[in-house]
Each structure stands twice: as C-alpha cells, then as structure tokens.
Nanobody, 124 residues
C-alpha cells in the first residue's frame, strides 16, 4: 500500500521560509515522478512543482519559480519543498503526489497517489 506522508507545514510570517517533506513508502516503482500541489480555500488545486525520481529533472509552475525549490533524498524516499520569501497568497494546504510514469506533469488527475496534505499559513 503506497503511503505519502507530508510534514513541515505551519504558521510563518510573510517573507519567511518553510521546508515541507513528503515521505513515500509501500511501493517498488522504478520510474515515477513526485509532485507538489496546493489548494487554497475556495480555489482549485494548483500545481507547484514536480520531479522525476530517477534523474532529478524538475518542472516548476512559472509563477513560483525562484522562490520554491524541490529536492529529493533517494535513500530516504523523501521529497522536499523549500519555500522562501513566502507571501500571504501562498497560504494553502500543500499536497504531495506520486505519478507512476516518467512524464513530469502538472495535471493533478494523472497522479495516482496523494498524501493527506499539510497546512501552510502565511501571515501578513
């Protein structure tokens, strides 16, 4: 059973930083991608960034490039999202997701597994 467990969310002031983690377990996929999405109250789920696990290639949402950075620890099956210069509009529940394929995609419905989400709140 595939499990994705996010952590690292919390309350931070505007301009601050947070580092989210997502630990994956219960799978033996050799080729897959991991993505981060977010959903603010009353809004649709929004793509943030994705990384292809075997080669580390990444794809960022244009609006977030430069402030957010994705990385991975292959030994720990964990993906990270470093968020800097946070703004109140970054407030959302952040989800990690796993897509059983080599395509780095921003399309949420193509991801097969999802974590439970972690709340990020940025105060002004």
């Amino acid at each position: 059973q595939v499990q994705l467990v996010e952590s690292g969310g919390g309350l931070v002031q505007a301009g601050g930083s947070l580092r989210l983690s997502c630990a994956a377990s219960g799978h033996t996929f050799s080729i897959y991608t991991m993505g981060w999405f977010r959903q603010a109250p009353g809004k649709e789920r929004e793509f943030v960034v994705a990384i292809r696990w075997n080669d580390g290639n990444t794809y960022y949402a244009d609006s977030l490039k430069g402030r957010f950075t994705i990385s991975r620890d292959t030994a720990k099956n964990t993906v990270f999202l470093q968020m800097n210069s946070l703004k109140p509009e970054d407030t959302a529940v952040y989800y990690c997701a796993l897509n059983r394929g080599a395509t780095i995609t921003a399309v949420a419905r193509l991801y097969d597994y999802w974590g439970q989400g972690t709340q990020v709140t940025v105060s002004s």
